[in-house]
């Protein structure tokens, strides 16, 4: 039989012993343990709290340094590229100062041309001689072709520095394009920085709020330890190990199909109770005489009753669908105190006898 459920002995001995402790419910150690209890889980919520801070900020810093990264590349080749393009632009200003100078040299050999020309052109008015006549056309010609020549040739000039020209007043709009953008990232730069520099001194006071929140959960810890070891020694007296002195009843007509100390298929320790595979609906009856000190549902055993024997002798009765008894109500040998009534998942009816809070085994009292 595949077990479904394993009871949780660690919740049991806290409702068992507080139970068998009511006497000290108002002592100044059980307020005392209260007031530590609920500073502890006040405390532990707020560690809790600074730890998920502290995994935000890491991740947020991780983020961030991943983003610096690409833009510290992208800002190394803006900067390249406006050095390139400060060197062109300052190769395009020698360039045109250049050609300015010719221009002016063009304008100036142009007027000692003309010059030139009107003193010849003048001379002819007073020239009889033909031979020296049609010398000084052909050396007018020769100069109206270098004039020509000169001219075409600072036209192209010209236009090629034009040209030049409308390329640098591209290439100037892209380097201030180039400025702003190298602006924008370094100022987004100062703003990552400066997040970051926020983000590591949170950190800091994070580590520090942890290290202390730590010392202080120690500290109550051992406190909680302390105090339960002084309310176990006040709860203990001379019958823990004497014989129990006990008739008990089975709580239903079926035999179990597994018994204290058996292995329990799925389970890593052996039954601390018995298990009884109910098929039909059943009552659960008292195994004993008794006050019922609990009634209701609990995690790992369903809807539950437990009953105080006397002697710290405490009977539990898991998985019961229809309770039939009230807390603080007393009970007799064989009262009806509920009904089993099979569920889907099959699971079965669960009876455990404890002593001062540990499971014993309940054949010898049967």
Same mark, same amino acid.
């Given at each position: 039989? !595949?077990?479904?459920?394993?009871?949780?002995?660690?919740?049991?001995?806290?409702?068992?012993?507080?139970?068998?402790?009511?006497?000290?419910?108002?002592?100044?150690?059980?307020?005392?343990? !209260?007031?530590?209890?609920?500073?502890?889980?006040?405390?532990?919520?707020?560690?809790?709290?600074?730890?998920?801070?502290?995994? /935000?900020?890491?991740?947020?810093?991780?983020?961030?340094?991943?983003?610096?990264?690409?833009?510290?590349?992208?800002?190394?080749?803006?900067?390249?590229?406006?050095?390139?393009?400060?060197?062109?632009?300052?190769?395009?200003?020698?360039?045109?100062?250049?050609?300015?100078?010719?221009?002016?040299?063009?304008?100036?050999? @142009?007027?000692?041309?003309?010059?030139?020309?009107?003193?010849?052109?003048?001379?002819?008015?007073?020239?009889?001689?033909?031979?020296?006549?049609?010398?000084?056309?052909?050396?007018? !010609?020769?100069?109206?072709?270098?004039?020509?020549?000169?001219?075409?040739?600072?036209?192209?000039?010209?236009?090629?520095?034009?040209?030049?020209?409308?390329?640098?007043?591209?290439?100037?709009?892209?380097?201030? /394009?180039?400025?702003?953008?190298?602006?924008?990232?370094?100022?987004?730069?100062?703003?990552?920085?400066?997040?970051?520099?926020?983000?590591?001194?949170?950190?800091?006071?994070? @580590?520090?709020?942890?290290?202390?929140?730590?010392?202080?959960?120690?500290?109550?810890?051992?406190?909680?330890?302390?105090?339960?070891?002084?309310?176990?020694?006040?709860?203990?007296?001379?019958?823990? /190990? !004497?014989?129990? @002195?006990?008739?008990?009843?089975?709580?239903?007509?079926?035999?179990?199909?597994?018994?204290?100390?058996?292995?329990?298929?799925?389970?890593?320790?052996?039954a601390r109770g018995l298990y009884y595979q109910l098929n039909t609906v059943m009552g659960i009856r008292a195994s004993a005489a008794g006050k019922i000190v609990f009634v209701g549902r609990m995690r790992g055993f369903g809807?539950?009753?437990?009953?105080?024997?006397?002697?710290?002798?405490?009977?539990?009765?898991?998985?019961?669908?229809?309770?039939?008894?009230?807390?603080?109500?007393?009970?007799?040998?064989?009262?009806?105190?509920?009904?089993?009534?099979p569920e889907g998942a099959n699971v079965p009816f669960y009876f455990e006898l404890r002593h001062n809070g540990q499971p014993i085994n309940p054949a010898p009292y049967f």
């Amino acid at each position: 039989m !595949k077990a479904i459920f394993r009871p949780f002995d660690g919740v049991l001995v806290v409702i068992f012993f507080c139970a068998t402790t009511t006497y000290a419910q108002s002592s100044p150690l059980h307020k005392r343990l !209260k007031r530590l209890e609920y500073g502890f889980e006040k405390l532990s919520k707020e560690i809790r709290t600074i730890m998920q801070d502290e995994r /935000d900020s890491v991740l947020e810093l991780k983020k961030i340094e991943r983003k610096l990264g690409p833009l510290e590349k992208q800002i190394d080749v803006i900067r390249t590229v406006y050095d390139t393009h400060m060197r062109r632009h300052e190769t395009l200003n020698e360039k045109e100062q250049q050609t300015k100078n010719a221009l002016k040299e063009i304008k100036e050999s @142009s007027q000692e041309l003309m010059t030139y020309a009107l003193i010849l052109s003048a001379s002819n008015r007073y020239q009889q001689d033909a031979v020296r006549k049609q010398v000084r056309e052909q050396e007018l !010609k020769h100069v109206q072709g270098l004039i020509e020549e000169r001219s075409r040739h600072y036209v192209e000039q010209h236009q090629s520095y034009l040209q030049e020209e409308k390329e640098a007043s591209f290439q100037r709009a892209h380097l201030m /394009d180039v400025r702003r953008s190298l602006d924008l990232l370094q100022r987004e730069e100062a703003l990552l920085h400066d997040v970051l520099v926020k983000r590591k001194m949170l950190l800091e006071d994070i @580590s520090v709020q942890k290290a202390l929140g730590v010392k202080q959960i120690r500290r109550l810890v051992s406190q909680k330890r302390n105090i339960w070891q002084q309310i176990n020694a006040a709860s203990h007296d001379e019958t823990f /190990d !004497k014989k129990l @002195s006990l008739q008990l009843r089975a709580p239903v007509a079926e035999q179990p199909v597994k018994r204290y100390g058996e292995q329990v298929a799925g389970e890593d320790a052996p039954a601390r109770g018995l298990y009884y595979q109910l098929n039909t609906v059943m009552g659960i009856r008292a195994s004993a005489a008794g006050k019922i000190v609990f009634v209701g549902r609990m995690r790992g055993f369903g809807q539950m009753v437990i009953i105080d024997h006397g002697d710290r002798v405490f009977s539990l009765y898991a998985h019961i669908a229809a309770p039939k008894v009230k807390q603080r109500e007393d009970v007799q040998l064989g009262q009806l105190i509920g009904q089993y009534q099979p569920e889907g998942a099959n699971v079965p009816f669960y009876f455990e006898l404890r002593h001062n809070g540990q499971p014993i085994n309940p054949a010898p009292y049967f």
